[in-house]
């Protein structure tokens, strides 16, 4: 190609013009990364920052409402314990909201370490389940599947790996009317892997939910069943990362009106030691 027509090619300009134009988008171009990048790392640090003054407040809150509760100065009146149950109840479930945009800014930000090593299944599952067994039969769900035998271990960080559980838990529990059920299963996948699946026979998320269900700040259209405390939609987003972190990821299986089921994928423990993880 003659260099008229090269010119005419780009525009009918020179080619220095060109570079230059060229070299002038990509400063721009750079600079809008670097304000954005500056914008999140400030959105993340505002998280953080709001999360840790909201934490000491909170506990107190808490602390003196258990004490109350308690009778640590003498009998509450009836109608003063219904008071001091609220704002217990309401504490706690704010402390869980404190919490979890603690470990959303931790995660986005890459501050977020994992303690790999050993974790027996059965172990793991009875814990996640003696914790969300109260929620569970309050509202009347049969958690009775909620339960494995066998001696399999996962590679995993125990802490983390509860908590992913516990939401998954306490999230089936919360869309599965009364008289509903909650359990879990066990399946390999592959000689690396196991999935640990928890499923409801709840009120079930439609198709088009059923990725966008896993986005930070996100709530589904689906509301929780009555009395069920409603979040701020990192729940999900906080597992998956977790999953993530630790070399497994979460699926999701949901029809509308028949159920959900959550997939969780983590390393065995064999494999992760091979690995020298």
Known sequence: MKDSEARQANGGGKPDDIVAALRARIDDLTAALARANCAERERLSFIAMVGHELRTPLTAITGFADAALHGVHGPPMPAYREYFASIHAAGRHLEAVTDGLLDFARLEAG????????????????????????????????????????????????????????????????????????????????????????????????LEEQERIFEAFHQAGAQPLAGAAKGVGLGLAIARRLAQGMGGDIGLASTPGEGSRFTVRFPLAAAGLRRGA
Do not use: C, H, Y
């Open 111 to 206: 501050r977020f370490g994992f303690d790999m090593q050993r974790v027996p299944v059965r172990q793991m599952v009875a814990e996640a389940r003696a914790i969300v067994e109260p929620l569970a039969r309050r509202s009347g769900i049969d958690m009775a599947a909620v339960a494995l035998t066998g001696e399999r271990q996962l590679w995993a960080d125990p802490t983390r790996a509860r908590q992913i559980l516990v939401n998954l838990l306490t999230n089936a529990v919360k869309f599965t009317p009364s008289g509903g059920a909650v359990g879990v299963e066990v399946t390999p996948a592959g000689p690396q892997f196991l999935d640990l699946a928890v499923w409801d026979t709840g009120i079930g998320i439609p």
